[in-house]
């Protein structure tokens, strides 16, 4: 049973955190995303 403890501690935890960390970042990943395309909008307009 111990060893089951061990083991959580040991993968568990680094997977929750890549999970929370890549959820996190897929959301800044479809804003800048966005921005860029607009900024693109921006500069065909201005030409």
Do not use: C, H, W
């Not at 993968?11 to 960390?21: C, D, H, K, N």
């Amino acid at each position: 049973m111990e060893n089951l403890y061990d083991q959580i501690a040991n993968v568990g935890f680094p997977i929750a955190v890549s999970t929370y960390l890549l959820v996190r970042i897929e959301g800044k990943l479809s804003l800048l995303t966005e921005s860029i395309n607009e900024l693109t909008k921006s500069i065909i307009d201005l030409r």
